[in-house]
C-alpha cells in the first residue's frame, strides 16, 4: 500500500475522532460548563484530516504515487469528512451551530451530482469527470463555513447563506451541464430502429 494511500485511511479513522470531540464539547456547552479543551482538539483534528489531504494529493503526484485504490478513497475521505462535519456541526449544541437546512442542502446537491454522473455514464457508457471552477469554489466556501463554525465566529449567519447560495448554484450548474451533455450525446447518435 502505498504512502498516499496510508495517509488517506489515516483521514478516514480521524473522522469519528472529530465526531467525538464535537459532539463531547456541545454536551459541554449544553451542561452550560464548555470545555475548550475538546473544541480545540477537534480543530486540530480537523486541520490535520484538512492538511493530510493535500499531502496525499502531493505525494501522489510528485512521486508518481497514484493508484486505482487511492483514487476511490482519497473522494471517500474528503466528502465524508466534508460532509460529517457539516452534519456534526448542524446537531451539535455548540453556541453558534449551522442551521439544519445547510448539510441538507449540501448532501441533496452531493446526491444529485452523484445521480446525475450514474446516468450519464449508464446513457452515453462514458463520462470524464472535471473539476469546474465553481465546484472549486464552492468546496472554499464550505470548507471556510466549517472553519468559522468551529472557530465560534459569532457573525457566521452572513457566511452560511452565501455559502448555501453558492452551493445552490454550483448544483444547478451541475444539472445544466448533465442535461447539455445527454443532450449532445443524444445528437451524436444514429437513428435506428427501436
Known sequence: MTLPNQITIG???LIPVFVLLAVYYGESVAAQEPNEILRW??????LIAAI????D?????HYHLRS???AILDPIADKGLMITALITLSVS????SLPLWFPILVVARDL??????ILIRFLNGSLEPRPSLIGKVTTFFQMLTIAIILLQWPYYKSIVWLTGVVTLISGIGYVLEGINLL?????DRPVGRS
Open 11 to 13: 483521514r478516514i479513522f
Open 57 to 61: 494529493g502531493w505525494l501522489a503526484r
Open 52 to 55: 493530510s489531504d493535500g499531502a
Open 112 to 117: 444529485i451530482i452523484l445521480l446525475g454522473c
Open 183 to 187: 443532450r449532445l450525446e443524444g445528437h
Open 93 to 96: 449544541k455548540w453556541h453558534f
Open 68 to 70: 486505482p485504490l487511492g
Open 41 to 46: 482538539s477537534a480543530i486540530a483534528v480537523f
